[in-house]
């Protein structure tokens, strides 16, 4: 299980980890002043798995910056990396993006990383972009414990298989989350749906699919 997070955080984006985090984590005091922005956060994992998290404290973003860390702790899911079989500590940059017209509802009370990269426009199968293919479609899914996508399939569509058949595997493969908590603040399973817009275009820089709900 460590391997596939790891293998999926990466391919979540090969960068720093982008976290959204919408209205609804809000720290009271951060939610009054209106406060909005990036806070960059270093995560340390140990080998047996403690996770630390460092943000540069101080400054008006302070209620963002400790609102971070306890965001990601609750919901740990950052493994130590392996090694010749052995775990061994693992560092990871990571983006809290504090917006408060995001809006996470579509994630059944998981939290998105790297939401950017999980279906590109680059990811246009040649056969539909040959013919044209244009529509839209919306997938549904299962997300773990441990922020995994399963059990996807495709809710509705108005285009071709062509299109629509090769998104669910292309999500599972990229798309991790925070999970959801339940009650006791423990993760929890939960459900989601995910909209895109296949629009046709031909100039060299073409909007991503993902309809943002």
């Not at 493994?79 to 061994?88: D, F, I, L, M, N």
């Amino acid at each position: 299980m460590a391997l596939l997070l790891i293998l999926a955080l990466g391919a979540a984006d090969p960068g720093p980890l982008v976290i959204d985090a919408g209205a609804d984590l809000y720290p009271a005091d951060a939610l009054a002043q209106k406060l909005e922005g990036d806070v960059a956060v270093k995560l340390s994992v140990s080998a047996d798995g403690a996770l630390r998290c460092s943000a540069p404290g101080g400054g008006a973003m302070a209620p963002l910056k400790r609102a971070s860390c306890e965001l990601v702790a609750a919901r740990d899911i950052f493994p130590p990396r392996v090694e010749k079989g052995q775990a061994v500590p693992a560092d990871y940059s990571v983006i809290v993006r504090w917006k408060l017209g995001t809006s996470n509802r579509q994630f059944g009370g998981a939290v998105p990383i790297g939401r950017a990269g999980w279906i590109r426009y680059s990811d246009y199968p040649p056969i539909a972009w040959r013919q044209v293919n244009t529509g839209k479609v919306r997938i549904a899914y299962d997300i773990t414990a441990q922020g995994r996508p399963q059990n996807c399939r495709i809710e509705s569509t108005n285009t071709t298989q062509a299109l629509a058949g090769n998104m669910c595997p292309l999500f599972v493969e990229r798309a991790i989350f925070l999970p959801a908590l339940d009650p006791d603040g423990k993760p929890r399973p939960t459900r989601g749906w995910f909209n895109l817009d296949w629009r046709w275009c031909e100039t060299a820089r073409c909007p991503a699919p993902d309809t943002g709900e």
